[in-house]
Every structure is written in structure tokens, then in C-alpha cells.
């Protein structure tokens, strides 16, 4: 049986709409006001967008919506519509200063949780998506963090994580083929979005996966034997970016002599070598594999890698099972500020042996980001369904940067295949 998610109870909820915010504060707070609105790379908002952007989607969702209480700031949903404008343009908006969008998202928080506190289970939902929501912009805060130039303001609250050497484990592992139940519903999961839903049979062929992503060590040895130069490794749109964008290695790496250096949240470090590549873009990481000899797991293979129990003959929330992620399980939620090493958290790994499938890196997938069969945009078309096409690859698994409420084996991301700002690696699989 399925064991309760963790937001399952008001009490829960509230949690997860504090944790959210705590971490909304430290990311903001640690900057002075010049940099929060400022635009540190036209890939992303002002950190000060963001902040009033999560305040007014809550505002919208718990307290309209699912409160049914008159709006608070209607004057500023114009403003905070991210459809209405991309982030490069984001910064001439006539934006909340810091400290007013801190007053507002406290003021809507506290009629969320007034509302909450009567709220139907049916409106749960809402606040589930909501707590999620502002863990997705502190991950693209995150993000905005890495690409700011400037000293260092973020800590990791923890000591890395224990070494680890995935030398010792088997390269790949086998996934046998036959059907297994990909997505998920609202009563088996109640924190899935609606590009999660609804379940459905696949029948996946059996296929090798790599039993850890991929480690900058790996990807090392494709630099150095000329990867970024030759263009028969190359989707051929891949190629041509490559070359306009003259790529020589991921985003944030330089060369100091022979060795790797790359720059982390305002700090410079060799590459570390056991660690799981990161920034890199969906076009490097198919360009990778085909040199490995090998390709990108569809999204169907990864997920059935990351929750198919074949002794009980279903599918499991998480790769370890149902129960929610702790520190021994999977790097999530900001805890290290950076991937563990490659061969980490055995605890959380999968049934068939694959390690690290949630957490530290984001991992590309072969596959255009489309609706399961049966899709229904819910409660917004712009969540998801206004992106489906060919345009988005489907990233599967969550980073270091992920929050644990917005993370399982059944969530979905997606970003263009040139992107590099997100924390994506990936992993390699090949057919049986
Ligand atoms: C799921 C990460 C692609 O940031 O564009 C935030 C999440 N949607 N606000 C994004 C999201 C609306 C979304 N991703
Ligand atoms: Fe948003």
C-alpha cells in the first residue's frame, strides 16, 4: 500500500509552505537591493520578479481561488504573468521594490493559511501546487545565484557528502523489458501536477542504463578527445549551435593550463572528477552518448528505471519505494549546494540497482516534452500544455537545488536543448 505522501495533512502543508519560504528568504535576503534587481544574465528574472512573482501566483491560487476572498493587489497580476513577459524583458517592468514584496508575499501568506484552515480536502490541491510552485523559483534562484558574477553569499548548510566511488559498482544496469505503469492520478498522489497524470501502461523494451550519471571525469575524456570538434558526434541542429555559440566545454568551466577549473556560486574549484557533470545542454549531452557508443534514455526507460518494483509488479513513488526522501535517500532541497559524488546514497537506489536517480543533477531524456495519453491541463494551461511540442526536452529526477515536495519519480521537467543555466547532467542507456 501507498504510504502517505507528506503532504497529506494541514499540518503538513503548512510545513511545506514555510520551508518553501525559508528558503525564499535565504536566497533573497543575503543580497543587498541593487542586486536583487538587478538582471545577472538575460536568461533569467530579476531575483525581485521572482520574489513577488511566487507571492502573487498565492495570492491568485489560495487566496481568490481557493478561498474565494476579494484580490488583494489585482494591479500587480499583469505584471507577475510570466507568459505575458519573457525574463529579458522583465527587468523595465515597474517592479515591487525588495521590501514591499516581502510585506505583500507576507500579507498574502497570512490569508493562505486563514484560508487553509477551512479549506475543503478538494482545495488541498492548491496549496500542494503552491508550496511546490515557490520551490521551483527557488530553484531557478538558485540558478540566477550560479550565474551571478560577485562574491560569494550562499553557504551550504551541510557538510558534503561522504566520498564515494562508483568504480566499485557495476557500469550499467539491466532494466527487462515489459510494461510498466508511467504517471500517476491525484488519488495515488495528490502533489502530482497534471503533466504527471494520468497513469497509463507502457511497454518499455528491455535496455542497459548507467548505474550513476555521468562524471565530469567521463565527460573529460570526450573533451579531450576532441568531442566538441567533431561534428559526426552531433545532432546536426546541436552542430550548428556548437558552433555559434562556440561550446568547448559546460557553462561555467575554464581552463588553467591542464586543468579544469569551474566557478560555483562565486567560488573557483578544480572539476571534481567523481562528481556528475552539470550545465550542460541537452545538445552536449546527446553528442556525449553517441560518442559513448551509446544514446539518452527515453523518458519512458528512465522512469520505468526509477519506479518499477518487478517483485510486486507496480510502480513505486520513489526508486527506494513510498516513503518520502531523507538525507540518507537523495541530495535534494539545496542541502550541499552541489551533486554528491557519483556511487552516493545507495539507500535511494532503485530496483534495478541505478543510484542517484532523484537529486543531484537534473537528467536530460531523449524525448519531446508532450502530454501522457489522456493529459487535461489542470488548474492552468500554462503550467504545462501551452509548452508540449518538439521544442522542450523532458529532463527527469530533480538537482541538489530540487525541493523535496517537488520532487518524485513521476515529476517533470523540460527546458530548450541549448540550455545550460538549469543543473541538468545525464545519464546514458543503450537497447538489450
Ligand atoms: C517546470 C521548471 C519548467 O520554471 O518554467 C514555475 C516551473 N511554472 N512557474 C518553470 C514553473 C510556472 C517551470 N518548470
Ligand atoms: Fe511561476
Partial sequence: TLTRPPSDDVDDLVEALAAARRRTRALTDCLPDDELTAQHSPLMSPLVWDLAHTGNQEEIWLVRTAGGRPALRPELDAHYDAFRHPRADRPSLPLL?????????AQVRAQALDVLATAPSEARFLFRMIAQHEQQHDETMLATHQLRRGPAVLAA????????????????????GGPFT???DLATDPDALDNERPAHRVDVPAFWLDTVPVTNAAYQEFIADGGYRQARWWHPDGWLHRRRAELTAPAFWHRDGDTWLRRRFGHVEPVPPNEPVLHVSWYEADAYARWAGR???????WEKAARHDPAAGRSRRHPWGDAPPTPDHANLGQRHLR?????????GAAPCGARQLLGDVWEWTATDFTGHPGFAAHPYREYSEVFFGSEYKVLRGGSFGTGPVACRSTFRNWDFPVRRQIFAGFRT????
Fill in 429 to 432: 542507456a543503450r537497447s538489450a
Fill in 97 to 105: 521594490a525588495p521590501d514591499p514584496a516581502r510585506r505583500y508575499l
Fill in 182 to 184: 508511467m504517471g500517476t
Fill in 295 to 301: 544514446r539518452l534514455p527515453t523518458e519512458a526507460e
Fill in 157 to 176: 548548510p551541510n557538510p558534503p557528502a561522504a566520498p564515494a566511488d562508483a568504480a566499485t559498482l557495476p557500469r550499467e544496469v539491466l532494466v527487462p
Fill in 339 to 347: 551533486p554528491a559524488p557519483a556511487g552516493s546514497y545507495p539507500a
